[in-house]
C-alpha cells in the first residue's frame, strides 16, 4: 500500500486504517526559584503554567526544581555545579525566581547565578516589556490607558557588565579600581538586529536608541554608528536617539512618545526599572533573557529581585511571573496560551484582586488562585 501523505494524518482513517495520533509537545522547564520572595513567585507561576496547559490541552509543561541559590552558596561555597550548562541545555527554558541574600555581597551572587547563566548561554537580548494594565494605574498624573506601552530592549552579554577590570594596591590611599566596559561591532550589531526586528512586528514600527556618546567619546559612539548602519536594512522603523540622561525626562513627560527602546546593558537596566514604577509597580515587570539563535535555552524571570523585606508574609505581587510566563510560552511558540494567560491576569487585575504594592489588600495565593480560576472557567 502506498505511504499516507501527511496531509491526510488528521483525516479519517484510509483503508481502514487509523492515523497515527498527533503528539501532542511537552515542553521541558527547569525551575530555578532561588532566593527571597523567589519560591513564592516562582510556585505561582507555576501552578498558573499548570492550569492554562490543563485548560487549553495542547500541550504538556514538565517542570523540574533546581536547588541553585544562596542557601547552596553558603552551605558549599558554590551557586552552581560545574556542569551547570550541561545541565540547563537539556530543557526548552528556565523560569528564574530571584537571587540575593543580605548575608552575601551583591556582586557575588549576580555572578555566582544569574550572569553566570545569562552569558555563557549567549542570552544576548533582554527583554522586558511595560505597560500599564486594567485595573492598575500610572504614578503619572497625566498618562492616559495606551499611552505607556513599551518594549525595553537590554545588550545582556557584555557593555558595563562584561566583568572586566580590577583593583590593585588595596587598602591603600592610590588604590585603583577598574571597571572596563566592552563594546564589540559584532555585540551592538546583533542586538541592534534584533530590536529593530521587535520594532518592526509592532504597530507603531517606531524604535528609540540610548546612549551617552556625548560623554563617553569611544564605546557609546560605536553604539550610534551601528545603530545608523543597521537602520538602512530597515527603511520601515522610524529611528530616533536619545541621551541617557534626556530619556528618563521622556519617559516621565512624554511617555506616548515611545514605544521599543534599546540600550546598553546599564542603560536599560536602570531605565527598564524607571518603566515599571512608571507603570505602576516594579513587582508586575517580566523579564524574557533570550539566546535569538535558539542554540540554548532562554530564561524567564521577573525583575523585581528577591525582596527579603517581604519574603515569608505571602504579599509579593506574582503578576511579574505571571506576565514572565506568559513570555515564555509565546517564545515555545505557544503565543495564544501566552495571550490567553495575560488575558486572565488583565481580567483579575480589573477586579480589583490586586497585592498591596498596586493598591490592594489581596495576598500571593488569593492572586494566584483568582488567575488560575480565570483560566479554567
Same mark, same amino acid.
Given at each position: 500500500?502506498?505511504?499516507?501523505?501527511?496531509?491526510?494524518?488528521?483525516?479519517?482513517?484510509?483503508?481502514?486504517?487509523?492515523?497515527?495520533?498527533?503528539?501532542?509537545?511537552?515542553?521541558?522547564?527547569?525551575?530555578?526559584?532561588?532566593?527571597?520572595?523567589?519560591?513564592?513567585?516562582?510556585?505561582?507561576?507555576?501552578?498558573?503554567?499548570?492550569?492554562?496547559?490543563?485548560?487549553?490541552?495542547?500541550?504538556?509543561?514538565?517542570?523540574?526544581?533546581?536547588?541553585?541559590?544562596?542557601?547552596?552558596?553558603?552551605?558549599?561555597?558554590?551557586?552552581?555545579?560545574?556542569?551547570?550548562?550541561?545541565?540547563?541545555?537539556?530543557?526548552?527554558?528556565?523560569?528564574?525566581?530571584?537571587?540575593?541574600?543580605?548575608?552575601?555581597?551583591?556582586?557575588?551572587?549576580?555572578?555566582?547565578?544569574?550572569?553566570? &547563566?545569562?552569558?555563557?548561554?549567549?542570552?544576548?537580548?533582554?527583554?522586558?516589556?511595560?505597560?500599564?494594565?486594567?485595573?492598575?494605574?500610572?504614578?503619572?498624573?497625566?498618562?492616559?490607558?495606551?499611552?505607556?506601552?513599551?518594549?525595553?530592549?537590554?545588550?545582556?552579554?557584555? %557593555?558595563?557588565?562584561?566583568?572586566?577590570? %580590577?583593583?590593585?594596591?588595596?587598602?591603600?590611599?592610590?588604590?585603583?579600581?577598574?571597571?572596563?566596559?566592552?563594546?564589540?561591532?559584532?555585540?551592538?550589531?546583533? &542586538?541592534?538586529?534584533?530590536?529593530?526586528?521587535?520594532?518592526?512586528?509592532?504597530?507603531?514600527?517606531?524604535?528609540?536608541?540610548?546612549?551617552?556618546?556625548?560623554?563617553?567619546?569611544?564605546?557609546?559612539?560605536?553604539?550610534?554608528?551601528?545603530?545608523?548602519?543597521?537602520?538602512?536594512?530597515?527603511?520601515?522603523?522610524?529611528?530616533?536617539?536619545?541621551?541617557?540622561?534626556?530619556?528618563?525626562?521622556?519617559?516621565?513627560?512624554?511617555?506616548?512618545?515611545?514605544?521599543?527602546?534599546?540600550?546598553?546593558?546599564?542603560?536599560?537596566?536602570?531605565?527598564s526599572d524607571l518603566a515599571a514604577a512608571l507603570a505602576?509597580?516594579? %513587582?508586575?515587570?517580566?523579564?524574557?533573557?533570550?539566546?535569538?539563535?535558539?542554540?540554548?535555552?532562554?530564561?524567564?524571570?521577573?525583575?523585581?529581585?528577591?525582596?527579603?523585606?517581604?519574603?515569608?508574609?505571602?504579599?509579593?505581587?506574582?503578576?511579574?511571573?505571571?506576565?514572565?510566563?506568559?513570555?515564555?510560552?509565546e517564545w515555545l511558540g505557544e503565543k495564544e496560551a %501566552?495571550?490567553?494567560?495575560?488575558?486572565?491576569v488583565e481580567e483579575v487585575c480589573k477586579k480589583g484582586?490586586?497585592?498591596?504594592?498596586?493598591?490592594?489588600?489581596?495576598?500571593?495565593?488569593?492572586?494566584?488562585?483568582?488567575?488560575?480560576?480565570?483560566?479554567?472557567?
Amino acid at each position: 500500500m502506498a505511504p499516507i501523505a501527511l496531509s491526510a494524518l488528521n483525516e479519517p482513517s484510509v483503508e481502514g486504517i487509523a492515523p497515527p495520533a498527533v503528539r501532542k509537545p511537552a515542553y521541558k522547564i527547569a525551575s530555578i526559584p532561588a532566593d527571597g520572595i523567589g519560591p513564592e513567585v516562582v510556585d505561582a507561576g507555576i501552578a498558573v503554567l499548570k492550569a492554562i496547559a490543563k485548560k487549553r490541552g495542547t500541550f504538556e509543561l514538565n517542570f523540574d526544581h533546581l536547588d541553585w541559590s544562596s542557601d547552596r552558596y553558603k552551605q558549599t561555597g558554590s551557586y552552581l555545579p560545574e556542569n551547570h550548562l550541561d545541565i540547563l541545555r537539556a530543557y526548552d527554558a528556565i523560569l528564574f525566581g530571584a537571587v540575593g541574600a543580605p548575608d552575601v555581597p551583591d556582586h557575588i551572587s549576580l555572578w555566582g547565578l544569574r550572569l553566570a &547563566i545569562c552569558q555563557p548561554l549567549q542570552q544576548y537580548a533582554n527583554v522586558r516589556r511595560t505597560r500599564v494594565l486594567p485595573g492598575t494605574s500610572s504614578p503619572l498624573a497625566n498618562c492616559k490607558p495606551g499611552q505607556l506601552d513599551w518594549v525595553i530592549v537590554r545588550e545582556n552579554s557584555e %557593555g558595563e557588565y562584561a566583568g572586566q577590570g %580590577g583593583r590593585s594596591h588595596t587598602g591603600h590611599d592610590h588604590e585603583v579600581a577598574t571597571e572596563v566596559a566592552i563594546f564589540t561591532r559584532t555585540g551592538i550589531r546583533r &542586538i541592534a538586529r534584533f530590536a529593530f526586528q521587535l520594532a518592526q512586528s509592532r504597530p507603531r514600527k517606531m524604535l528609540t536608541f540610548v546612549t551617552k556618546s556625548n560623554a563617553q567619546r569611544s564605546g557609546m559612539v560605536l553604539w550610534d554608528e551601528v545603530m545608523y548602519e543597521v537602520a538602512k536594512d530597515f527603511p520601515d522603523v522610524k529611528l530616533d536617539h536619545m541621551l541617557v540622561d534626556a530619556m528618563t525626562v521622556r519617559m516621565v513627560l512624554h511617555p506616548e512618545s515611545l514605544d521599543t527602546i534599546v540600550a546598553t546593558n546599564l542603560h536599560a537596566d536602570i531605565l527598564s526599572d524607571l518603566a515599571a514604577a512608571l507603570a505602576g509597580s516594579i %513587582g508586575i515587570a517580566p523579564t524574557a533573557n533570550l539566546d535569538p539563535s535558539r542554540k540554548n535555552p532562554s530564561m524567564f524571570e521577573p525583575i523585581h529581585g528577591s525582596a527579603f523585606d517581604i519574603t515569608g508574609k505571602g504579599i509579593a505581587n506574582p503578576v511579574a511571573t505571571f506576565w514572565t510566563a506568559a513570555e515564555m510560552l509565546e517564545w515555545l511558540g505557544e503565543k495564544e496560551a %501566552g495571550d490567553q494567560l495575560m488575558a486572565a491576569v488583565e481580567e483579575v487585575c480589573k477586579k480589583g484582586i490586586k497585592t498591596r504594592d498596586l493598591g490592594g489588600n489581596a495576598t500571593t495565593k488569593e492572586v494566584t488562585a483568582a488567575v488560575v480560576q480565570e483560566i479554567l472557567k
